[in-house]
Nanobody, 124 residues
């Protein structure tokens, strides 16, 4: 079983930056695809970014492309999301997820493990 814990969320002004971390425990996720999703109040959860097991492939939602960067450190069993040029519409709870089997980055249902989420609030 894999446990995922997000950290790094908080309150930031528009134009600012935050770096989210997702630490995995229970077993190594070095062979897993990893992803970030977010859910804003009153909205459905949506895909943000994903990274393949070795970091060779990354994929981003159009809304964050050029502003967010996903990365991973398999030695630390940790994934990151560097968020720059933040906008009020980026306000949401951010979740990390791990997929044992597939590279289907935007497909929520293929992810096997989920964290509890971390709140990101961007003020205007």
């Amino acid at each position: 079983q894999v446990q995922l814990v997000e950290s790094g969320g908080g309150l930031v002004q528009a134009g600012g930056s935050l770096r989210l971390s997702c630490a995995a425990s229970g077993r190594t996720v070095s062979s897993y695809s990893l992803g970030w999703f977010r859910q804003a109040p009153g909205k459905e959860r949506e895909f943000v970014a994903a990274i393949s097991w070795n970091g060779g492939n990354t994929y981003y939602a159009d809304s964050v492309k050029g502003r967010f960067t996903i990365s991973r450190d398999n030695a630390k069993n940790t994934m990151y999301l560097q968020m720059n040029s933040l906008k009020p519409e980026d306000t949401a709870v951010y979740y990390c997820a791990a997929d044992r089997t597939y590279w289907a980055p935007t497909r929520e249902t293929t992810y096997d493990y989920w964290g509890q989420g971390t709140q990101v609030t961007v003020s205007s």
